[in-house]
């Protein structure tokens, strides 16, 4: 029981994350199970599985808070889906031995992405409810992102909700709710690879119940949360977080142990700290600019 109530406060720790910012719960649940001694196909396959049941309840969150785009749903989830299938069957013939650095590598990449991406630059301003975006733009990015997700254990957000926010044409509550109602496409197919590669066998499902159970309870919060939380900060935390983690998985496969380890830990963490840090001074100085912009706006129109 302590186990599942465990995974139960990392689910929904994990998708109060990923329903606000629109990434954040296969890395981050991804990582937890790591640490809690799955391997990495079985890890993945659960948290997939587990999100079946939360992208379902926050893709109708955000429906019900008009944050979606059903156009942009269909062109992006579609071809991630076929990517995400591919990457379950790819990472399903993989040995542990040699899937756990590669996991640990991608996610790494992506946590490094997220980091600096709300640390140094906010998304760019954007205020159209429907993306303006074609097919040739979005079915690269929807495979590339459902492949990344299913070989990372996550993925599906960063890539797409990233790359939608840094083309800065859809305002951001429509890029992340309309990426995290197509996330459903994506790991429904994602499961049918795990569940073709690995069988019932190779899937946690205490994790699968105890994940599911507190990721559905938060994403209704998550999807009134989207415009209320300070992205810059939360994402930059979440960043750091998956980077300093899946070091660890790293430095074992390449042979750093010791004072070298506690090292590069020790940088990672002060890396981590003083980009956190401007991402909060960001955030402030915006506050505080905000009223005094407002005078000068209606000046300049008296003018």
Not at 53 to 71: E, I, M, Q
Not at 124 to 137: D, I, L, N, Q, V
């Amino acid at each position: 029981m302590p186990t599942l109530v465990l995974l139960a406060l990392a689910g929904f720790g994990a998708q109060l994350v990923d329903g606000a910012l629109g990434m954040g719960y296969g890395v981050t649940s991804t990582t937890l199970l790591l640490i809690a001694g799955l391997g990495p196909a079985a890890a993945s396959a659960s948290v997939h599985l587990a999100k079946i049941g939360t992208a379902l309840a926050s893709g109708y969150a955000h429906w019900r808070f008009g944050n979606v785009d059903w156009k942009l749903v269909g062109r992006l989830g579609v071809p991630g889906a076929i990517g995400a299938l591919l990457g379950a069957l790819l990472l399903s013939h993989l040995s542990a031995q040699a899937a756990a650095p590669l996991m640990a590598g991608l996610l790494i990449v992506i946590g490094a992405f997220i980091l600096i991406k709300y640390a140094v630059a906010a998304p760019p301003e954007a205020t159209a409810r429907t993306s303006p975006h074609g097919r040739r733009f979005l079915t690269p990015l929807g495979f590339v992102g459902g492949f990344v997700d299913a070989t990372g254990g996550g993925g599906w957000g960063p890539v797409s909700t990233a790359s939608l926010l840094t083309a800065g044409r859809t305002a951001p509550r429509t890029v992340i709710g309309s990426v995290s109602t197509s996330e459903f496409l994506v790991t429904v197919a994602a499961s049918l690879g795990f569940v073709i590669g690995l069988g019932g066998a190779g899937i946690d499902w205490l994790a699968v119940a105890g994940l599911v159970v507190g990721g559905m309870l938060a994403a209704p919060l998550a999807a009134w949360l989207v415009t209320k939380l300070p992205a810059a900060v939360l994402g930059a935390a979440v960043g750091g977080l998956i980077v300093l983690t899946n070091a660890r998985t790293m430095f074992a496969a390449v042979g750093v142990a010791g004072s070298p380890r506690i090292a590069a830990y020790v940088v990672i963490a002060v890396v981590w700290l003083v980009l956190v840090g401007m991402a909060v001074r960001r955030v402030r100085v915006a506050r505080r600019s905000a009223p005094a912009e407002e005078p000068a706006v209606e000046e300049q129109r008296a003018a």
